[in-house]
């Protein structure tokens, strides 16, 4: 084991002993539910999305393995203040990172933390789990972005 895999094993630990972002928005623009069948995971993620189309809170209540709630506390810190585009490329980076098979290129600096999760692609049944809260985030940014088109 290197030193990066400790330091990396200790960033998800911390992650889920004290995720970030953790709990409720009174009245979100979105709420989402996810579900992982396979191994029990659930989160509900709770987005508040201005009318310029920046991220101004998540929160996530999260139930399951460390993966799962470790993933959607480092994804609310990755996308709190975005806007919802800046939002969809960090989702499509974190998604190509853990989905393609071999090396892919190291995420862009302001995301070093996410790198973290790379070493879940070792175990394929568990890749799931740190996706959850990501497609759940898609999912609500979508929500949001229907709900706009609707208004107009």
């Keep these: 084991m290197s030193l990066s895999d400790d330091l990396y094993r200790e960033t998800i630990l911390d992650h889920y002993h004290q995720p970030r972002n953790h709990g409720t928005i009174e009245t979100p623009t979105a709420q989402i539910e996810g579900v992982n069948p396979l191994c029990g995971d659930e989160l509900t993620l709770y987005l508040k999305v201005s009318d310029q189309g920046k991220i101004d809170d998540v929160k996530l209540t999260a139930h399951g393995c460390s993966i799962n709630t470790a993933s959607g506390s480092m994804m ?29 290129a190291e995420l862009e600096g302001d995301l070093e933390d996410l790198e973290a999760l790379r070493g879940v692609k070792k175990y394929p049944v568990r890749i799931k789990c740190a996706l959850l809260p990501w497609n759940t985030l898609l999912e609500g940014l979508d929500t ?9």
């Design 144 to 152: 949001v972005n229907g709900a706009r088109e609707n208004n107009t």
């Design 76 to 104: 609310s810190e990755a996308v709190l203040g975005q806007s919802v585009e800046r939002a969809r490329e960090i989702i499509e980076s974190f998604k190509e990172m853990m989905l393609t098979k071999g090396e892919t």
